[in-house]
């Protein structure tokens, strides 16, 4: 089994930065992607940014020259550098993992969430 823990969440006002955090931790073989997406109240989950072993990252228009996605292939950590936020940034925050686990199966791996509330 893979788990995926989060950290960093929180409350600020518009004009802030904020940073996350997801360790993935257990038997993991091998790392593909790491990200993370959110979702706010009564609309569906969206893709913020993710990280390929690669290096090469994506995101979506809405956080691109604001939002920074890193990841430490030793530490198996995915970060997200929030700067500028928004308060339609304001949601649930899910860590996201494409993770090769022990039995050797590559699967889709999702943290608990973490709440970003921004105040205007």
């Known amino acids: 089994q893979v788990q995926l823990v989060e950290s960093g969440g929180g409350f600020l006002q518009a004009g802030g930065s904020l940073r996350l955090s997801c360790a993935a931790s257990g038997v993991i073989f091998g790392i593909n992607a790491m990200g993370w997406y959110r979702q706010a109240p009564g609309k569906q989950r969206e893709l913020v940014a993710v990280?390929?072993?690669?290096?090469?990252?994506n995101y979506a228009d809405s956080v691109k020259d604001r939002f920074t996605i890193s990841m430490d292939n030793a530490k198996n950590t995915v970060a997200l550098q929030m700067n500028s936020l928004k308060p339609e940034d304001t949601a649930v925050y899910y860590c996201y993992g494409a993770i090769i686990s022990g039995v050797g199966i590559l699967g889709d791996w999702w943290g608990q969430g973490t709440q970003v509330t921004v105040s205007s």
């Open positions: 990280i390929y072993s690669s290096g090469s990252t």
